[in-house]
C-alpha cells in the first residue's frame, strides 16, 4: 500500500512539475543526457557543503535569517525532487514521447523507487543531489553569462 501511494503521489507532482516548469525538466534532461559529470558532481558537494554552511550561518547572530531561507530551499528541493528526477530521467529516455505521459511514468517509478523498504530513502538521497545538482548548475550558468548588448542600440561612449 506504501509504495502505491508514494508511486501515485511522485507522478502526481512530476505531472504539475512538467506542467508548471516545461523548461526546467527539459534542461534537466538534456543536462543529463549532454554532461553528467558536472551535474551530480556539483548536487554531491552541494549537498555535503549544505550542513556546514547552515551551522556557520546560525552561529553568526547576523546569518540566521540566511540560515532559515537556506534550510527552506533544501528541504523544499527535498520534497520534490523524486518527481523532478523521474520526470527529468524520462523526458531523457522518452524525448521523442509525449511530455506528459513521460512525466507520469517517471513520477510512478521514481515514487515506487522511493516506497521500497530498504533501497528508498538512498533513492531520494540520489534524486535530492540530482535536483540539488541542477539547480547549482543553472545558478552557476547564470552567473557566468555575458550580458549580451542588442544589435540596434547604440553603445554608450566610453571614457
Known amino acids: 500500500g506504501g509504495i502505491v501511494a508514494a508511486a501515485l503521489s511522485t507522478c502526481f507532482v512530476a505531472i504539475i512539475l512538467e506542467l508548471v516548469f516545461p523548461r526546467a525538466t527539459a534542461s534537466a534532461a538534456g ?4 554532461r553528467p559529470i558536472p551535474l ?10 549544505a550542513v556546514p554552511a547552515v551551522l556557520l550561518l546560525i552561529i553568526s547572530i547576523a546569518g540566521l535569517s540566511l540560515a532559515g531561507a537556506l534550510m527552506c530551499a533544501v528541504i ?12 527529468a530521467i524520462a523526458r531523457a529516455v522518452g524525448h521523442s ?6 512525466a507520469a511514468v517517471g513520477g510512478i517509478v521514481a ?3 522511493t516506497g521500497l523498504p530498504l533501497i528508498g530513502d538512498f533513492i531520494s538521497g540520489v534524486a535530492f543531489v540530482f535536483m540539488l545538482g541542477y539547480v547549482i548548475q543553472i545558478i552557476w ?16 561612449p566610453s571614457a
Open 40 to 49: 551530480w558532481v556539483s548536487g554531491l558537494l552541494g549537498a555535503v557543503a
Open 141 to 156: 550558468r547564470n552567473a557566468h553569462l555575458k550580458p549580451q548588448q542588442a544589435a540596434n542600440t547604440p553603445s554608450l
Open 97 to 102: 514521447q509525449n511530455r506528459y505521459a513521460m
Open 31 to 34: 543536462m543529463l543526457r549532454q
Open 111 to 113: 515514487g515506487a523507487l
Open 76 to 87: 523544499g528541493i527535498a520534497l520534490v525532487s523524486a518527481a523532478f528526477m523521474g520526470t
